[in-house]
């Protein structure tokens, strides 16, 4: 129970359609078991509060239950995006219960959702994005494995825009170093093609000739970037080694792996790429998740017309 730890237990008529919808989300919808658990927890909160309103009957659910519902959410300091969760799975019970006659309409279809706030992602500058690499490559000089694979996987993700899970992914075979572009796997083993430049093939190929032959260790198989034990290189070892790389960078935001994705995005379009070419490098399935990067773009022409404009 979510929203009152001391309310009563839910009467045998409404635990039995929970029961009923639970098994309907295991079985019919084949939901994964995360996703199950937190709708029957956000339904169970509903159930609980259609109770306290005198409502024990779940074809007497109404619209003004549900919103009364979410406005309690928001007065117990929820979030957005927390409460937008629980109005969809509101909106997909309801539909549930008029679909299998449980209901005499799908009383949930006009409920509206509050909108996340939109907040821009932090990014790099373009000379804290070569200040970055620069600082890397002065650490490689010794010629360590560790320090090239380093500089070979920041220059991969910033002239990709790959996602930390696609790079560890990378296999050797996945590379064409001949035409200067990369097979990742995305969401859902979505395949793409994806360009990188003349300074990432270089390091890469320092990385290959110099640096991974010192790492190797049997079953590593064909993975091209190798961990300190000489195995397929983990995700959070990524983070570490970028959140470690632009601290040595002057007044840069401290930014993971998917702040280098944000950075290259945004780099892009403030170079004249067009948002299409955009979407399809970075694999976004909707142009929507591609567009909030043109705010990045337009919220820093804005303050650089309101510096320098005398009459901004």
């Given at each position: 129970m979510q929203d009152d730890p001391q309310g009563d237990a839910l009467p045998e008529p409404l635990a039995r359609v929970l029961g009923d919808y639970e098994t309907h989300l295991r079985s019919e919808r084949d939901l994964a078991e995360t996703t199950v658990t937190a709708y029957i927890g956000d339904i169970e909160a509903?159930?609980?509060?259609?109770?306290?309103?005198?409502?024990?009957?779940?074809?007497?659910?109404?619209?003004?239950?549900?919103?009364?519902?979410?406005?309690?959410?928001?007065?117990?300091?929820?979030?957005?995006?927390?409460?937008?969760?629980?109005?969809?799975?509101?909106?997909?019970?309801?539909?549930?219960?008029?679909?299998?006659?449980?209901?005499?309409?799908?009383?949930?279809?006009?409920?509206?959702?509050?909108?996340?706030?939109?907040?821009?992602?932090?990014?790099?500058?373009?000379?804290?994005?070569?200040?970055?690499?620069?600082?890397?490559?002065?650490?490689?000089?010794?010629?360590?494995?560790?320090?090239?694979?380093?500089?070979?996987?920041?220059?991969?993700?910033?002239?990709?825009?790959?996602?930390?899970?696609?790079?560890?992914?990378?296999?050797?075979?996945?590379?064409?170093?001949?035409?200067?572009?990369?097979?990742?796997?995305?969401?859902?083993?979505?395949?793409?093609?994806?360009?990188?430049?003349?300074?990432?093939?270089?390091?890469?190929?320092?990385?290959?000739?110099?640096?991974?032959?010192?790492l190797v260790q049997e079953g590593a198989d064909a993975a091209l970037f190798l961990g300190a034990r000489g195995g397929r290189i983990d995700q959070r070892a990524v983070r570490s080694m970028v959140h470690r790389r632009i601290a040595d960078v002057p007044g840069a935001p401290d930014l993971g792996p998917h702040g280098l994705r944000h950075t290259a995005a945004t780099h892009l379009l403030e170079g004249g790429a067009d948002l299409r070419s955009v979407q399809e490098l970075l694999g976004h399935a909707s142009l929507a998740t591609t567009q909030r990067y043109t705010h990045v773009t337009t919220d820093r022409l804005r303050r650089a017309y309101q510096q320098a404009h005398p009459r901004a």
């Open positions: 509903l159930l609980e509060h259609g109770h306290r309103l005198g409502i024990d009957d779940v074809g007497a659910l109404d619209l003004r239950a549900l919103r009364s519902w979410l406005a309690k959410q928001q007065t117990m300091g929820l979030a957005r995006t927390t409460i937008a969760r629980r109005a969809t799975a509101a909106r997909v019970f309801t539909a549930w219960l008029a679909g299998s006659g449980r209901a005499p309409t799908d009383v949930g279809s006009s409920l509206g959702s509050p909108k996340a706030l939109r907040t821009l992602p932090e990014v790099l500058r373009p000379d804290e994005a070569e200040r970055l690499i620069s600082v890397a490559a002065d650490l490689a000089d010794d010629g360590s494995p560790a320090g090239l694979r380093d500089v070979a996987m920041l220059e991969l993700l910033y002239a990709t825009g790959m996602r930390v899970g696609e790079l560890v992914r990378l296999d050797i075979d996945d590379l064409d170093r001949d035409r200067n572009v990369v097979r990742v796997f995305g969401k859902g083993r979505k395949e793409r093609t994806v360009p990188f430049g003349i300074p990432a093939r270089r390091s890469i190929d320092a990385w290959l000739v110099r640096g991974r032959p010192q």
